[in-house]
Nanobody
């Protein structure tokens, strides 16, 4: 099993920045080259893909809505994945979830990921 714990959410003004962290643990995470992703879910909306990174950190994918503003990275020595968010907009307000899977691929739907964290709230005020 894999356990994922997000942190770093909060309230920020439009144009501001936040860095989310996702700490991973578990035997499965240690034994497999897990790809990691970030998703978000706004009230009344479906959960949507934000960004993903492969095991080495050399390959990344981003949703068009966050390209140029968000950066995903990972520190495998710390079993931690980060989402640096800049130029935040009110429409970025959502619960942000960390997710993991055992393979890297170009498709990044909710169904493609096996493990999920509990989420952290990000609120961007105008």
């Amino acid at each position: 099993q894999v356990q994922l714990v997000e942190s770093g959410g909060g309230l920020v003004q439009a144009g501001g920045s936040l860095r989310l962290s996702c700490a991973a643990s578990g035997r499965t995470f240690s034994n497999y080259a897990m790809a990691m992703g970030w998703f978000r879910q706004a009230p009344g909306k479906e959960r949507e893909f934000v960004a993903a990174v492969n095991w080495s950190g050399r390959s990344t994918n981003y949703a068009d809505s966050v390209k140029g503003r968000f950066t995903i990275s990972r520190d495998n020595a710390k079993n931690t994945v980060y989402l640096q968010m800049s130029g935040l907009k009110p429409e970025d307000t959502a619960v942000y979830y960390c997710a993991a899977r055992t393979y890297w691929g170009s498709r990044n739907s909710v169904a493609d990921y096996d493990y999920w964290g509990q989420g952290t709230q990000v609120t961007v005020s105008s």
